[in-house]
């Protein structure tokens, strides 16, 4: 039998050589990809330098932002990042199945919906959607994107979430920014994000937050996580105490503006990897030089490196 098979791989070899290379070599794109991604380049009005480009290359694995998958041939990444494209967001898309890396910010997508039809990219690890103009409600369909590792839909102030249940199943989550989507029916946004045990950076800058549960209902899960950014929101809760005792990893922290009520916990000398905190502006309502004086007087309980940067 292993005799056998190593004939047979010897053809393939052969074979391999007399023309078929491109299965290999990941060089060659597949026909249907290829034409999803023209299909997909002609929503938009005004094609970028690098899309024109595309034109003169029969091979689309070797498009500017697109990369296939060398092994299979299939395209896994697209990245039109910063092209300044306008225009509309094509269900030819979905000719691209294998996609795990889709960046698509600072395209203009003309005040559009997020389409549902997004969910339907089972392999995504990576969406960025920042600044895209697209408005309204979050498709909970995001949810069915459970390897997603990145996900960025910040920066453009016109779409809201009423909830952030559909992220419960989205374990793989690294790095979340929803920075300017509008939070503020999304009560349960805490809990709902403390199932994501392996965040790393969460940015929630802006998302008209008026909620801080003092107390988590069960106990914190994401101890991964080392960025924080709850900047300008309006909590006119007392700062739990719960986020210092369990932020041990927390390199940066950003409450600037905030509008949080009180003043720094003793248990803020518990977050010993501290780098970066910013409590500029009304960050602590009412007391924010006295709770800085506070800070100062815990000397003791503070982490031996100052944060560098601080801000208040
Ligand atoms: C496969 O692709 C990666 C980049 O995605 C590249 O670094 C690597 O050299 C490629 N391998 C082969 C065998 O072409
Ligand atoms: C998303 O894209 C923007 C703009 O290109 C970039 O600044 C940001 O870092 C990206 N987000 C992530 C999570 O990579
Ligand atoms: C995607 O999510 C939506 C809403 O949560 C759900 O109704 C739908 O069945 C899911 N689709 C797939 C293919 O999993
Ligand atoms: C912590 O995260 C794990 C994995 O995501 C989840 O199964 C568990 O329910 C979470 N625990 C709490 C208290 O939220
Ligand atoms: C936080 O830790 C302090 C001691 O450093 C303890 O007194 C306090 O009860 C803890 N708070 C919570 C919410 O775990
Ligand atoms: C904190 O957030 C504010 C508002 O989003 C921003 O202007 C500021 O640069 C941030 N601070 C740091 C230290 O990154
Ligand atoms: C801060 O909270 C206290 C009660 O905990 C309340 O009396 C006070 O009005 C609050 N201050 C502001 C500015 O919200």
New binding site residues.
């Given amino acids: 039998m292993e005799g056998v098979a190593l004939v047979l791989s010897l053809l393939l070899i052969v074979v391999n050589l007399d023309g078929f290379s491109c299965v290999y070599s990941g060089s060659h794109c597949i026909e249907s990809e290829k034409n999803a991604l023209i299909k997909f380049s002609q929503g938009f009005k005004n094609p970028s330098q690098s899309m024109l480009s595309w034109m003169f290359d029969e091979n689309c694995c070797s498009w500017k932002g697109v990369e296939c998958d060398n092994k299979t041939g299939h395209v896994i990444t697209l990245d039109l990042h910063k092209q300044f494209l306008q225009g509309e967001f094509r269900t030819s898309l979905l000719g691209l199945p294998h996609l795990r890396h889709l960046d698509m910010s600072h395209i203009d997508f003309l005040g559009e919906r997020i389409p549902e039809f997004i969910s339907s990219f089972k392999d995504l690890e990576y969406l960025n959607l920042s600044k895209t103009n697209f408005r309204g409600m979050i498709p909970e369909h995001l949810g069915n994107l459970s390897r997603l590792q990145f996900l960025d839909l910040s920066g453009d102030f016109s779409l809201q979430v009423n909830n952030l249940e559909w992220i419960h199943s989205l374990f793989s989550m690294k790095i979340l920014d929803l ?1 300017g989507v509008d939070m503020r029916n999304a009560e349960n946004w805490l809990h709902d994000i403390n199932l994501l045990s392996s965040l790393s950076e969460l940015r929630l ?2 998302c008209q937050l008026t909620t801080f549960p003092e107390l988590l209902p069960t106990s914190v899960n994401f101890t991964s996580l080392r960025i924080l ?1 709850l ?2 929101n309006y909590f006119n809760t007392r700062i739990p105490s719960w986020l210092f005792n369990t932020s041990h990893n927390l390199v ?1 922290l ?4 905030s509008q949080l009520n009180g003043s720094l916990p003793n248990a803020f000398g518990n977050m010993r990897s501290l780098r ?3 409590l ?2 009304k960050s602590l309502l009412g007391n924010s030089p006295h709770s800085f004086e506070k800070m100062s007087s815990l000397t003791g309980y503070l982490p031996p490196t100052l944060p560098s ?1 601080l ?1 208040y």
Avoid: E, T
């Avoid at 950003?254 to 503006?257: A, D, H, V």
């Fill in positions: 920075s800058s802006a950014d900047s300008l940066y950003n409450l600037s503006r970066v905190l910013d500029s502006g940067k801000k």
